[in-house]
C-alpha cells in the first residue's frame, strides 16, 4: 500500500487558519498518511500536533518553513527533522519574527493613511505567539470589507506594486541552510519555480544552495509553473537531490487542498534517514 505523503503545511502557529490539532484532523479526514508542519519561522505547533497526531494513523515530520532573502526577492527553505532547542536556530528564527512583527505594524501604519484598519484587527486574527504576516493583515482587511477574500487582499492591496508592503528582516538562504544543517535538519528548497521566479533559481545559484547544504527541491506545488518543474526535475537528477510534492495547506487562507501534491515514500525514506535532530511522530 502506498501512503500519501504531503510534506508542506501551515496551522495557526503562522498564517494557517486550523490550529494544529484541527490541522492533524483534516489531514485523517482528507485520508492523508504522512504531513509536514511546517509553520513560517515557528516550531510553536509541534507539541500540539504531536499529541494531537498520538494513537491515530498519522505520522507527522516536524518541521518549518524559513523565510530567507534573496537580494530582494523572498525565499522560503523547508526544514525537516532538526533539533527545536538549537540555539542558533532558535535565536534567528527568534529575529525574523520580531522583524515581522515591527514590519507588520509599519505596514498597518502605512495602510490606515488609506483604509480604516487598525493594528488591533491585525491582532484579532492572530493566534498569540503566531508568526505574523502579510495573510494576518489581508485577513482583517477582508474582515473591514475592503477586499473579499486573503487572495484579494494580497492581489489588490499588499502586492508591493502598491507601495504598503516592507520587507521583514531574514537571512541569505545559503546561511538559512547551514543552520537547519547544523541543527541536525534536512533542508528542501520550497516552490522554487513559481511564475516569474525561474530566473532567480538558475544552475549557478541552485548549485551555490547545495554547496551549503541544500538536500532536496519542491517540485511539486501548484505555484511552480511546468517549464520550471522541467527545470527542476532535471537539476535535481544531475545533483542527486531529492525531489519532493506538498499542498502548502493554509486552510481557509489558500484554495490549496492538503494531499494535491504529493511526495513519493522513497524520497521520504531519504529525508528521514538525513534528518539526525529530532524524530517523526509516528504511530
Ligand atoms: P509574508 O511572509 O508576511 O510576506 O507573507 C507571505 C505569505 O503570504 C506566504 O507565505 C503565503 O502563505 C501568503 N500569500 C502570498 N500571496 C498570497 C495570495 N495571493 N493569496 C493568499 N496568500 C498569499
Ligand atoms: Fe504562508
Ligand atoms: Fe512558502
Ligand atoms: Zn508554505
Redesign the pocket.
Known amino acids: 500500500m502506498t501512503r500519501v505523503i504531503d510534506l508542506h503545511t501551515h496551522s495557526s502557529v503562522s ?1 494557517g487558519t486550523d490550529t494544529p490539532s484541527l490541522l492533524v484532523a483534516a489531514a485523517l479526514e482528507a485520508r492523508i498518511d504522512v504531513i509536514a508542519l511546517t509553520d ?1 519561522d515557528s516550531t510553536a505547533g509541534w507539541e500540539e500536533a504531536r499529541t494531537a497526531a498520538a494513537g491515530s494513523s498519522l505520522t507527522v515530520i516536524p518541521g518549518m518553513e524559513f ?1 530567507t532573502r534573496l537580494g530582494w526577492q ?1 525565499v522560503h527553505v523547508l526544514a525537516y527533522l532538526f533539533d527545536p532547542t538549537d540555539a542558533e536556530l532558535i535565536a534567528e528564527t527568534a529575529r525574523i519574527r520580531s522583524s ?1 512583527l515591527t514590519r507588520a505594524e509599519g505596514i498597518v501604519h502605512r495602510l490606515a493613511v488609506d483604509y480604516s484598519l487598525t493594528w488591533d484587527d491585525v491582532l484579532a486574527h492572530t493566534q498569540e505567539g503566531a508568526t505574523v ?3 494576518h493583515i ?1 485577513d482583517a482587511l477582508v474582515a473591514r470589507g475592503h477586499a473579499t477574500t ?2 484579494e487582499a ?2 489588490a492591496i499588499l502586492h508591493p506594486r502598491h507601495g504598503y508592503t516592507i520587507p521583514h528582516y531574514a537571512p541569505d538562504p545559503e546561511e538559512a541552510i547551514r543552520l537547519v544543517r547544523a541543527a541536525g535538519g534536512v533542508p528542501v528548497l520550497a516552490h522554487p519555480a513559481t511564475a516569474g521566479r525561474e530566473a532567480v533559481f538558475d544552475d549557478a545559484t541552485l548549485k551555490r544552495l547545495v554547496d551549503a547544504g541544500l538536500f532536496g527541491l519542491e517540485v511539486g506545488h501548484r505555484e511552480n509553473t511546468e517549464k520550471g518543474k522541467r527545470m527542476l526535475r532535471s537539476f535535481a537528477e544531475r545533483h542527486d537531490l531529492v525531489m519532493t510534492g506538498s499542498s502548502d495547506y ?1 486552510g481557509l ?2 484554495p490549496n487542498r492538503l494531499g494535491e501534491n504529493t511526495t513519493d515514500e522513497a524520497a521520504l525514506e531519504r529525508i528521514v534517514a538525513e534528518g539526525r535532530g529530532s524524530d517523526p511522530f509516528a504511530p
Open positions: 498564517d513560517h523565510s523572498s515581522r504576516g502579510r495573510p489581508a486573503r487572495s494580497f492581489e493554509h487562507g489558500k
